[in-house]
DNA sequence: CGGTATGTTGACAGTGATCAAGAAAGGTGG
DNA sequence: CCACCTTTCTTGATCACTGTCAACATACCG
């Protein structure tokens, strides 16, 4: 049996003792998210818009079995949205990124956390509002469609990827993050080794084990730990599948 | 590193052997559909139908990378959708039931592959008048928008179930199986083992001894292989979380 | 009835989790 | 700027769950 306690270290303890910090609603100008690649058919959606709001790293922005009253659109950080179980382990389905529209659903309640993996930006809608406006004009619903066949996309590489060897679950998450984040160069590992290993199911030991692994092969080069330059792309693509 | 060759059996190498017997084409009189809880909203996604057309066990209905030009829905049957892996092994990321409406995609292409779990009866919609119709009409829109609402949340809950131990993926399993064919006093195993095991992550042996331990334990009894009793659902639904 | 496909059980090995301890990074107050 | 503290990351030793290999049992089907 797996044990219930899993991090005895006072540290690792901490790891629960979210902050829940609220940030203080500050409110952008609204031209900030149009000019951000919002246009045309998004318009009716963002006309229900409240926020954004100011989230610090790890703090919660909805509680697992919460009321689903909102659907959230990351601005600016990387949300997580996850579970956390009884033995203490904490599963994190998803990352979202600036542009994403997440938490959508059809039940009353959100069935996954959703707290700031890093400070973080988020822009709120009304679901009520966002159903009826979907009900009649088709432009909202197929923004509300296209936002949940993209997350479909993204979970289903996911869980296409959970069941490959700690080399290749690593490998995958870089190389997913980097086209992501469309950064050239490195790889900026924004979330925590904690949350990467949450992700992909690891532990933080095993997550930081396989980097260094990439690294001696000279898949990869470490200017800091959560700075990483993908030296061979190719090689690293060789690993999946 | 992991084998590349997992089943070295002669019966085993059978696996992948696929037979790809396209059940010859047997339409239904379309009052069957509308009969089986289709109704409303729904039409206008109807009219676009063809078949239903009738698959064998194990016959595939697209390949991965296939043009996605269809979107289907189970009329009677299991399907799987999966993705094979250069080194033998199968991932199932979803099993699909009567009713319901899968392999939607804003892409060009299948990402997976779909094949009859069992012997299949299944409906085509051609994607592309889908999606004019989507962009037309809001009801079109709102019925895939729910079919990709209820996919998404079946496979956050896989994929958070994945992580889990082979005894809770197990107990899971058969929890949502019993959910999902409404069967009141015992579940049938529609599926092999096999694919049991390609869906949660385990090999068939692990399958195997799981459910032989969950019978041990009382939890569960078996009339065959295939036909399982869930004695104490409470006991299992307490191995989850 | 033989032959194939599928499921069961046992022995053993390997990947990754756990436990433990130390190193590096980041933040705060002097 | 430095000392101090907390958090995060790294590395090593050991253990266990689950995969692999092997053999057999059972079910299915012409």
């Known amino acids: 049996m797996r044990e219930i306690v899993r991090a005895p270290n006072a540290a690792r303890q901490q790891r629960f003792g979210y902050k829940r910090v609220f940030g203080a609603g ?20 963002l006309s229900v818009r409240r926020g954004p709001i100011r989230y610090r790293r790890n703090s919660t922005i909805v509680c697992e079995g919460g009321t689903a009253d909102y659907v959230f659109m990351v601005v600016d950080g990387v949300v997580r949205r996850c579970k956390a179980f009884q033995n203490g382990t904490r599963a994190i389905v998803a990352f979202h990124t600036p542009g994403e529209l997440f938490g959508w659903t059809d039940e009353l309640t959100h069935a996954l956390s959703i707290e700031a993996a890093t400070d973080a930006l988020i822009l709120y809608f009304k679901r009520n509002v966002l159903m009826s406006a979907a009900s009649r004009d088709h432009k909202v619903a197929n923004t509300l469609l296209r936002a949940a066949t993209s997350e479909l996309r993204c979970i289903q590489l996911h869980s296409l990827r959970i069941n490959q060897s700690a080399k290749c679950r690593v490998a995958g998450f870089l190389l997913d993050l980097s086209a992501r984040m469309a950064e050239t160069a490195n790889v900026d590992l924004l979330m925590s080794h904690q949350d990467v290993a949450d992700h992909l199911g690891l532990s933080i030991e095993t997550v930081s084990r396989t980097i260094t692994e990439l690294e001696r092969a000279c898949l990869i080069e470490r200017a800091s730990a959560r700075t990483i330059s993908l030296i061979n792309r190719a090689a690293l693509a060789r690993l999946l599948d």
Do not use: D, H
């Open 26 to 45: 500050s409110v952008l100008p609204s031209s900030y998210i149009f000019e951000n690649g919002q246009k045309g058919a998004e318009r009716a959606v």
